[in-house]
């Protein structure tokens, strides 16, 4: 019984032991800004990997009270990719395209300009999808 006793004593100080260690912090968020509309747009910036293509990521700077996405950003360190249609290229799991604040889409065109391996600028048309012909310029950075 007094062994039992010892070995619970002993597992209880490991599992206080062991919850005050540090852990080691997940990365912090970065901080991006995107103007749309004469309005500047400034707010956390997070990355996930994107689900459709590994090598990729999804980078999100969300603005309040609006939002960009930007799919399929590479993760080199530096380069310029273009723009595609939002609309068309949902899902896709090469093409980088972006959303913002949900309603609005990316025309083909514009282009993302990787300064770093966590850091971008952009610049880029947006149009709502039941007003194709309206394009809204869209420019922005971001580190993540």
Same mark, same amino acid.
């Given at each position: 019984?007094?062994?039992?006793?010892?070995?619970?004593?002993?597992a209880?100080?490991?599992?206080?032991?062991?919850?005050?260690? @540090?852990? !080691?912090?997940?990365?912090? #968020? *970065?901080n991006? $800004?995107f103007?749309?509309?004469?309005?500047? %747009?400034?707010g956390?910036?997070?990355?996930?990997t994107?689900?459709?293509?590994?090598?990729?990521?999804?980078?999100?700077?969300?603005?309040?009270?609006?939002?960009?996405?930007?799919?399929?950003?590479?993760?080199?360190? @530096?380069? !310029?990719?273009?723009?595609? #249609? *939002?609309?068309? $290229?949902i899902?896709?799991?090469?093409?980088? %395209?972006?959303?913002?604040?949900?309603?609005?889409?990316?025309?083909?065109?514009?282009s993302?300009t990787?300064?770093?391996?966590?850091?971008?600028?952009?610049t880029?048309?947006?149009?709502?999808?039941?007003?194709?012909d309206?394009k809204?310029t869209v420019?922005?950075s *971001?580190?993540?």
């Amino acid at each position: 019984m007094k062994q039992k006793l010892s070995m619970i004593f002993v597992a209880l100080l490991s599992v206080v032991f062991l919850a005050n260690c @540090s852990k !080691s912090d997940p990365k912090p #968020d *970065g901080n991006g $800004s995107f103007v749309f509309q004469g309005t500047t %747009y400034s707010g956390k910036c997070t990355s996930v990997t994107s689900a459709n293509n590994k090598s990729n990521m999804n980078v999100t700077i969300v603005g309040t009270p609006n939002t960009i996405i930007i799919y399929n950003m590479p993760k080199a360190s @530096s380069g !310029s990719v273009a723009f595609t #249609d *939002g609309f068309s $290229s949902i899902n896709s799991d090469t093409n980088l %395209y972006a959303f913002l604040g949900g309603m609005y889409a990316t025309v083909a065109g514009g282009s993302m300009t990787k300064t770093g391996a966590n850091t971008f600028t952009f610049t880029c048309q947006v149009y709502y999808l039941l007003e194709p012909d309206t394009k809204y310029t869209v420019t922005g950075s *971001g580190t993540y």
